[in-house]
Nanobody, 115 residues
Framework: QVPLVESGGGLVQPGGSLRLSCSASGIVFTRFVAGWYRQAPGKERELVALITPDGRTTYVDSVLGRFTISRDNAESRAYLQMTNLGPEDTAVYYC?????????WGQGTQVTVSG
């Protein structure tokens, strides 16, 4: 069973928006920091945003004001609302959950900004 499953990626035009979802199963989601990372072709995976169990958030500078991370602990889900997307946001986006006991990754969802 895959603990984290992402959805919501796709092709969008510059200036458009997408909402990514991450569904967690088999873990106590409220005990984990949830995060979104991305990896563009030829580049290393980078942190996009984090959210603690109580809702504190952190963002990489390049997405401040454009992306919003949120979570629904009752549904064991995390979200990444992305607005004003640009070609530089094209990447595979990965959901992550970690705490002192372990770290989990989703399989990734492709986001392509073109047009």
């Amino acid at each position: 069973q895959v603990p984290l499953v992402e959805s919501g990626g796709g092709l969008v035009q510059p200036g458009g928006s997408l909402r990514l979802s991450c569904s967690a199963s088999g873990i106590v989601f409220t005990r984990f920091v949830a995060g979104w990372y991305r990896q563009a072709p030829g580049k290393e995976r980078e942190l996009v945003a984090l959210i603690t169990p109580d809702g504190r958030t952190t963002y990489v500078d390049s997405v401040l004001g454009r992306f919003t991370i949120s979570r629904d602990n009752a549904e064991s889900r995390a979200y990444l609302q992305m607005t004003n997307l640009g070609p530089e946001d094209t990447a595979v986006y990965y959901c992550n959950a970690y705490n002192i006991d372990g770290k989990y990754w989703g399989q990734g969802t492709q986001v392509t900004v073109s047009g």
